[in-house]
């Protein structure tokens, strides 16, 4: 995520690649498209940017599950725990700890003359969804710190706010017990719950258990897990990412990365045992557990058909600290045995033996290799540490492309960077006015990732403003289609423009930090779109429309206006014979358009995908099917006649030989 970097407006000359086009008919918009592909479509063009922790896309559902990077015996120790009925709940620094990176425990203490349960509940990350379909895991790791002659019932489960029990199930446990065991049951819900006002408790028979001590670390708590895979993510976000057709995945940051050298991201704090991972303090203010972890990552690419670009910390934090160089060493090592984890053989390497252990002997896909994160905040220092990283990283990973963060051109770098990693955020009108952004670049093997774009306000003065000077909450109609002209572009560039991905991916709505963003979520089962997806907003409707529909040959077209209105691209598929026009009309006036399609054959009808509203209609959490794609078939033709409407996003796909 970026902060600064508000560009110039940049105007190209308009360039026309045909020569033997019709003249424009008044107020028709003729577009000549050209039978030749100019050049490739990279595959990774559309993908997938993501910064952020729990609470989203890992589908752990207790929150503060394992009291990691907590002060001890602090409120905030605390945060989402709650005693219940009157049970002395706080965290400590265990003397004897479940393991050496999870110093901490939750101590329950039973007073005397408390009858009933007693013990702590934990109200998850805004609620828990409880569902009578689901079968969920939950396990905790307990010990008496004091042995005891103690024997009782130990009971976890799902309840309503009100206390209505869901779903149980009860153990033995004795006082006998002071080393660490692990207690792991499934859980049914009979019923499911109207809402999310739901917890996760454990408790035990308070009469029974009168002045007892029990610890308790690392519970967790499961529903089932797109693929089923076990620590893995949530399905419906996961599947909503999945459904748009993501060709790659920045990770894992972005901001992500580090908030100072001590709590950067370190891949090897992040695998193995979750016992092993001590969560770090990340860079939106909220603990990472680090459940979400590399290989989880990796995993999660290869079940949707995605590839990694993954970043390297490479000496630079968002509070400033600046590495010098003579003390990168063992951090470019670090980096090494990052992507050692990866792509490395276990044979010879010890980080890729740790893979192979963890049960994936063969590499992982890896071509992108991104050094640092948004480094013109560090300019001054990303010479060397680019020269430093990218020269040893290189030295081992000659096959690796390395994607630099600064402006292209400034600071100057060496080795000459293969790829940059371009962020904007804007107003929509920006982002029309520069659709040929890319236009004028240099064609000579640089590449360029647009790695985080999003109009974010009407006012250019104020961008990162409230909302009531423009700050959009949603992504609406005016940005989707300011955005989608922009993409035009990219598409048009994508010769030099490899991969693009709109920033940020994922906004719970009842904790946002920053908007718009592409996939809004919660678990609120009153929503008219099916009860637990996502709300499929208008930006996520426009890119994914672009991603799912791109030839692999760009078709050279009579050009937009660059200070027009409306905005086109086309691409085909050379397997299939598709060929796909996209056309962003970025004012409210209906735009008359005729294609010509100088094919030996066209197809008389075709396919027409149409995103199409107000120009500030949005989709909400309470409306949230506001402006939807509509499909539907249209006549087709060497001449194709369209009308774009006001405010749209339309692709046609029509076979053409
Ligand atoms: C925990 O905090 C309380 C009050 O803040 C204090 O009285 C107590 O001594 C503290 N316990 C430990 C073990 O530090
Ligand atoms: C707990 O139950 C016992 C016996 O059933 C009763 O004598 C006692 O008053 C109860 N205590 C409380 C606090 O309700
Ligand atoms: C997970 O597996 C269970 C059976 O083992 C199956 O019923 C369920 O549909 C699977 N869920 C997903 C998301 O694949
Ligand atoms: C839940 O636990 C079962 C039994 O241990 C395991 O097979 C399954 O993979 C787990 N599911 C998830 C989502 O962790
Ligand atoms: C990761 O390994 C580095 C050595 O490369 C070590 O300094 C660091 O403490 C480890 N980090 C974690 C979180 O285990
Ligand atoms: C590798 O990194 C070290 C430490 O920063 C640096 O001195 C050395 O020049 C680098 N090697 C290459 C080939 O860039
Ligand atoms: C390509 O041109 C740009 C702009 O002139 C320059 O910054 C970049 O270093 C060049 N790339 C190569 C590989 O020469
Ligand atoms: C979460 O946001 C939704 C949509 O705005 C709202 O209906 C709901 O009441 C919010 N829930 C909480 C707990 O604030
Ligand atoms: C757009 O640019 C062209 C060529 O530079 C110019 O002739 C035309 O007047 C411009 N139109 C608008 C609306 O600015
Ligand atoms: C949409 O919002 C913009 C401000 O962003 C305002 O100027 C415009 O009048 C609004 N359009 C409609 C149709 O309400």
């Given at each position: 995520m970026l902060f600064k970097h508000l560009y110039s407006l940049t105007r190209v000359p308009i360039v026309l690649l045909l020569t033997n086009f019709p003249k424009c008919l008044a107020a028709t918009t003729t577009v000549t498209v050209s039978g030749t592909a100019s050049h490739a479509v990279p595959t990774t063009l559309y993908g997938q940017m993501f910064e952020s922790g729990d609470g989203g896309l890992y589908a752990e559902l207790l929150q503060n599950r394992a009291f990691q990077q907590v002060t001890p015996n602090t409120t905030d120790a605390l945060t989402a725990w709650n005693s219940v009925n009157g049970a002395l709940i706080t965290v400590i620094a265990d003397s004897k700890p479940v393991s050496q990176a999870l110093p901490n425990s939750l101590q329950l203490t039973v007073p005397s003359g408390v009858n009933g349960s007693v013990g702590f509940?934990?109200?998850g990350f805004w609620g828990i969804k409880v569902d009578s379909s689901w079968t969920y895991n939950a396990s905790l790791f307990f010990h008496f710190p004091t042995e005891s002659s103690f024997s009782g019932i130990l009971t976890v489960g799902l309840q309503t706010a009100s206390g209505n029990v869901l779903a149980s199930e009860s153990t033995e446990?004795?006082?006998?017990?002071?080393s660490w065991a692990q207690i792991a049951v499934q859980l049914r819900p009979k019923s499911s719950a109207p809402d999310t006002n739901n917890v996760f408790f454990v408790t035990v028979d308070g009469q029974k258990a009168a002045g007892q001590t029990i610890n308790f670390a690392m519970l967790s708590l499961f529903p089932p897990t797109f693929k089923n895979r076990s620590n893995g993510m949530r399905v419906d976000i996961a599947e909503t990412l999945a459904e748009m057709g993501p060709a790659f995945f920045r990770f894992p940051g972005g901001n992500n990365l580090?908030?100072?050298?001590?709590?950067?991201?370190?891949w090897n704090g992040t695998v193995g045992s979750l016992l092993d991972r001590p969560g770090r303090v990340g860079d939106w203010g909220y603990v990472n557990t680090d459940g979400l972890g590399l290989l989880e990552y990796l995993t999660f690419f290869e079940d949707v058909g995605m590839e990694p670009i993954m970043a390297v910390w490479s000496g630079y934090s968002l509070d400033g600290d600046n590495l010098p160089e003579d003390e990168l060493a063992p951090y470019i090592q670090q980096a090494k045995d990052q992507i050692n984890f990866v792509i490395g053989d276990p044979a010879t390497s010890a980080p890729a033996a740790l893979r192979a252990s963890l049960g994936h002997p063969e590499p992982f896909t890896l071509r992108f290799v991104e050094v640092g994160n948004e480094d013109f905040f560090a300019a001054t220092t990303y010479p060397y540490r680019w020269r430093d990283f990218v020269g040893n990283l290189s030295a081992e990973f000659p096959q690796l492309r390395y994607i630099a963060?600064?402006?292209?051109?400034?600071p100057i770098l060496s080795p000459t960077p293969p790829s940059y990693d371009v962020h904007v955020y804007q107003t929509p009108g920006w982002f029309a006015e520069n659709s040929f952004y890319y236009d004028s670049f240099e064609r000579n093997g640089t590449t360029y990732f647009e790695g985080?774009?999003?109009?974010?306000?009407?006012n250019a003065n104020d961008l990162f403003g409230t909302q009531s000077d423009g700050r959009l909450l949603w992504p609406d109609m005016q940005s989707s289609t300011g955005e989608a002209a922009f993409m035009t572009g990219l598409e048009r560039n994508s010769d030099i423009v490899f991969a693009a991905s709109y920033a940020p991916l994922l906004q719970h709505v009842n904790s946002t930090q920053w908007t718009p963003d592409l996939i809004s979520f919660e678990y609120v089962p009153h929503l008219s779109c099916d009860s637990c997806r996502s709300i499929p907003c208008s930006a996520l409707m426009h890119t994914q429309l672009f991603?799912?529909?791109v030839g692999d040959e760009y078709l050279p077209s009579t050009l937009p206006a660059a200070n027009g209105t409306l905005f086109w691209t086309v691409t085909r598929s050379s397997s299939s014979r598709d060929?796909?026009?996209?056309?962003?009309n970025t004012v409210e006036t209906d735009a008359e358009m005729v294609f010509e399609l100088p094919f030996h054959s066209v197809a008389s009808s075709g396919t027409l995908q149409l995103l199409h509203g107000a120009q500030n209609a949005s989709n909400t959490p309470e409306a949230p099917n506001t402006v939807i794609p509509v499909t539907s078939t249209i006549?087709?033709?060497?001449?194709?006649?369209?009308?774009?409407?006001?405010?749209?996003v339309s692709v046609i796909t029509v076979q053409a030989q």
């Open positions: 509940s934990n109200e446990i004795r006082g006998t017990q002071t580090g908030q100072s050298t001590g709590t950067r991201w370190q963060t600064t402006d292209a051109w400034d985080e774009y999003a109009a974010i306000s009407t991603s799912l529909n060929v796909f026009i996209k056309i962003s006549s087709t033709g060497k001449s194709l006649h369209y009308i774009a409407p006001g405010f749209s």
